[in-house]
């Protein structure tokens, strides 16, 4: 894509500049820098982090509380959806750098834009006649601010649809318009007929969303008591433009890479052809991708995030061989990313050992099989073009996959190039054949010299399962892996794995968590701290604490009855719970996940609205009242067919064989289940809600104990109530209303504290009006005022501009020790003149160490350094004299 060379150009910053330019511009408006979260998100709605905003939606959504108003941060991000397009067009990567500004519940639309602006023009000196910005096609409010406030001309303010200006988390929940800042690569082809869809001369660069509705399940949208922002600027975009470059792969963030991938297949990055250069690109980008997801912790495999590290890194090998490369180089290469982004991201640095040994394996384990994989598709590819077929088959499809170690994509990718598809329903059948079969023979676990758990050692079988009917049993050791690896004994002090014949402990899973005990010998014992299950063995967690764990030996395992019986409590009141909110709630309520511990439970469900004290209140006594009722459980399996037409509810997340385990307690609740559960109700004992809330739209969460854990609760509650009670010197059924006092008497007190220092501004802004200085037509004052809040100086300046007439006003304070507040106000001629009260305060708060902006007649900035205020205000009056007095 060709580059205009307009008269102003911006200056020419590196990737590193640009990501500290943002950051240190919202650092010095208040905003809290945060390092970028890792690619394995919190969230498990989504594999990977795949926006600036992910770590902070929980805050959006309304499930956790911010530790801040306002937060900046420089956030990595993988996204896979197109990876087709990578390294095809100017600026699809996989991996990319999103720099964001958020408010919670601070500063909005106003604000936003006017930095964004100024960031934009200012700081990275793009020029104002080469942005355009698109605004949601209803939001007159963001239309209105761009062309009277910042100024830019209404036919330059494109209006769009919900399709692309309007960003919601979901069907329901908090959602809002966005508007977004382009960038025109050739001005000179005029202002008529802009296209913004045409990214050969525009590039969208920032993205502000203003989250300012809550919508309902009918679609309503009302407006959010707290209203957010979520902003975010491509750092790769921004570097195209400000390095002048014709795509991203060409900036400082990622040629470098490209370059030692070019020498590596003694190629020329500038002279190459087409194809070349496009798998130089892809082994760029991709080479960023892996490094970062291998330094988070993931793990090649063929399951979710380990399958798309792994995916991505045979790429990298396939394009190496496309370049001639016939070595192993990815190590090399991942060197020089590292080397490119580890002042920004140390932990790549910290985790260099493990990224290397990560390609290194992967790479060698591709290229045993890449040779012979190739061979195969080029001849499936050359018969099927013989035949006239338009796809490869499923089943050569699967072979490539899973001989070859060719992940589908990359099959189908090869195909494309020879104009050939590939049969992905006959290839998902011929993988689920493959499980089938694995299943049965029970050869799905493979040990290697890493010893990741997904993959134990062949020949060991299944595991014996005896803790439905026993706590206790004699069992032998199976295996003992110490840091996942095979031994053949461990020592005391020793953490392990151990795998048993046979065992009474419960494997984590359905919600329910491992059981806890102990494994004694002769000389032997092995505290189990926790147990999962890989397939259909069961690993047990823990450490050896006398003797040494050998393979071979008889070992007595023994359940920790007390955890047991509090974890059976808790998973039988979460089926109550499901049974009880179908009850009162709604019948179509179902389980979306769930945790039994052994001190609470959690229960998510989805739920078409939130629930209201008097639900709960009725869900806590329906549970309470069939506990008391003491229902028998009666525990069979049966055909799931059978089970499912008695009306059993299946578990969240859960496979069920042909045969499957249903657990009834009749006239309250059938569920299939494979957890442990009291033989009746009345062994839980009591049932407690301890909280509700909502967690995504459409999903609610309610969180509880049962059984031993309600006398912990009820315990601490007691304690909390005893010291209030003590402290307040009231009785505890007294404590509401002494509370709401309180609250009351503060926020009068509050009120007049507001009136008084408002009052108190007021009172010195009437005596500095006599101190205005005369300087050509107009009326100047500078000054300071102690004590007072910016709310407060802004009236004053209002005030005392309307007193002067046409003039100026500046005024300054330092309301605490590390912060200061400054407000311009400038009267209609002064503004005539060339004076913009936002630019003119936020070039004066720089002094102070910080920034701001506003409208031309009115703005407020803030800064960190109380002790340079004098400074500042010395400087305003000195540059006002100068722009007035011509």
């Given amino acids: 894509m060709p580059v205009s060379r307009p008269q102003s150009q911006p200056p020419m910053l590196s990737g590193a500049e640009i990501r500290k330019q943002f950051l240190s511009f919202y650092a010095d408006r208040e905003h809290q820098v945060l390092p970028s979260a890792s690619l394995i998100p919190e969230d498990p709605t989504v594999l990977l982090t795949i926006a600036g905003m992910l770590p902070f939606k929980p805050i959006f959504l309304g499930q956790r509380q911010a530790d801040y108003d306002r937060a900046t941060s420089a956030q990595k991000c993988i996204r896979t959806n197109d990876i087709e397009n990578v390294g095809r067009t100017a600026r699809h990567h996989t991996f990319f750098e999103m720099l964001g500004n958020f408010s919670f519940g601070d500063y909005f639309k106003e604000q936003a834009i006017a930095w964004a602006w100024e960031l934009s023009t200012q700081v990275f000196g793009l020029p104002p006649a080469q942005v355009v910005v698109s605004v949601f096609e209803e939001d007159d409010e963001a239309f209105a601010i761009w062309r009277d406030q910042i100024g830019i001309a209404p036919h330059r303010i494109m209006r769009m649809g919900a399709e692309d200006n309007f960003w919601a988390a979901g ?53 959010l008591q707290n209203q957010n922002i979520d902003t975010g600027l491509g750092l790769e975009r921004m570097a195209q433009i400000l390095q002048q470059k014709p795509n991203n792969y060409e900036t400082d963030l990622i040629f470098p890479i490209i ?32 490094t970062h997801l291998i330094a988070d912790g993931v793990q090649a495999s063929n399951e979710e995030r380990g399958y798309v590290l792994r995916r991505l890194i045979r790429r990298v090998v396939r394009h190496g061989r496309l370049l001639g490369i016939d070595r192993l180089f990815t190590v090399e290469v991942a060197e020089s990313a590292i080397a490119l982004m580890a002042t920004a991201y140390p932990n790549l640095q910290q985790r260099q050992g493990a990224i290397k040994a990560e390609l290194e394996r992967e790479e060698k384990r591709f290229l045993e099989t890449l040779d012979r994989g190739e061979k195969l598709l080029a001849d499936v590819m050359k018969q099927a073009l013989a035949a006239q077929q338009t796809q490869i088959s499923g089943e050569n499809a699967f072979v490539l996959y899973d001989t070859y170690g060719f992940p589908v994509e990359l099959t189908e990718e090869i195909a494309a190039e ?31 010299v890493q010893g990741s758990l997904d993959k134990l050692a062949e020949h060991i079988h299944s595991t014996e399962f005896l803790g439905y009917t026993a706590a206790a049993a004699d069992s032998q050791i199976e295996a003992v892996l110490v840091a996942g690896k095979w031994v053949e004994q461990a020592e005391a002090g020793t953490e392990v794995q151990i795998v048993l014949a046979q065992t009474p402990f419960y494997a984590e899973s359905g919600g329910q968590i491992g059981d806890r005990g102990y494994l004694s010998g002769a000389d032997l014992r092995v505290r189990v701290e926790d147990v999962k299950k890989e397939g259909d063995i069961f690993v047990h967690f823990g450490r050896v604490e006398r003797g040494a764990a050998r393979v071979g030996d008889r070992v007595s395992a023994q359940v920790d009855r007390a955890c047991r019986r509090r974890a059976q409590a808790n998973h039988t009141a979460t089926h109550l719970l499901q049974a009880a909110l179908k009850k009162i709630v709604d019948s179509s309520v179902s389980q979306a996940g769930s945790l039994v511990d052994f001190d609470r439970l959690r229960f998510d469900f989805n739920c078409p609205r939130a629930l209201t004290p008097a639900d709960l ?50 006239a309250v609740s059938m569920e299939l289940c494979g957890g442990t559960h009291v033989t009746n109700t ?55 209303e002494r509370v709401a006092n309180l609250q009351a008497e503060l926020k009068t007190t509050q009120k007049e504290l507001e009136a008084l220092k408002a009052e108190l501004a007021q009172a010195k802004s009437a005596q ?119």
């Fill in 418 to 448: 020879q104009g050939l598809g590939v049969d992905l329903e006959g290839y998902q059948a011929e993988m689920a054949q493959q499980k089938a079969r694995s299943r049965a023979a029970h050869e799905t676990i493979d040990l290697t």
């Fill in 617 to 666: 209140q009725q869900i806590e006594a329906q549970v309470n009242t069939w506990i008391a009722e003491g229902h028998q459980a009666d525990v069979s399996v049966l055909p799931i067919a059978e089970a499912k037409a008695r009306g059993a509810v299946a578990m969240f997340g859960e496979k069920y064989g042909d045969q499957v385990r249903v657990i009834d307690f009749p």
């Fill in 768 to 886: 500095l009006v006599n101190e205005a200085k005369p300087v050509g037509d107009f009326q100047i004052l500078v000054a300071a005022l102690e004590g007072v809040d910016a709310e407060a100086l802004k009236g004053a300046a209002e005030r005392l501009l309307q007193k002067l007439g046409e003039g100026a006003v500046v005024l300054g304070s330092a309301p605490a020790d590390d912060k200061v507040s400054l407000v311009a106000a400038f009267s209609p001629a002064v503004v005539k003149q060339g004076l913009q009260a936002g630019k003119f305060i936020g070039n004066i708060a720089k002094i102070c160490g910080g920034g701001g902006g506003g409208r031309p007649n009115l703005a407020q900035a803030g800064g960190r350094q109380p002790e340079k205020l004098q400074e500042a205000l010395t400087a305003a009056t000195q540059q006002l004299a100068a722009a007035l007095s011509a």
């Fill in 259 to 290: 370059q030692t991938a070019a020498a590596i297949a003694k190629v020329s990055y500038a002279q190459a052809d087409a194809a070349t250069q496009i798998s130089l690109k892809v082994i760029g980008d991709h080479v960023r991708a892996v």
């Fill in 171 to 223: 069907p329901t929940g908090p959602c809002g318009p966005c508007s977004e800042l382009y960038y025109d690569f050739h001005p000179e082809l005029g202002d008529e007929a802009i296209d913004l869809e045409d990214d050969s001369r525009f590039i969208e660069f920032y993205n502000l969303v203003f989250m300012q509705y809550n919508r309902d399940s009918e679609g309503t949208l009302t407006p």
């Fill in 682 to 736: 009345a062994e839980i004992g009591a049932f407690k809600i301890t909280s509700e809330s909502g967690i995504s739209a459409g999903v609610r969460r309610i969180e509880a104990v049962a059984g031993p854990a309600v006398l912990d609760y009820l315990n601490l509650r007691e304690q909390v109530v005893r010291e209030l009670s003590d402290r307040f010197k009231v009785k505890p059924e007294e404590l509401p």
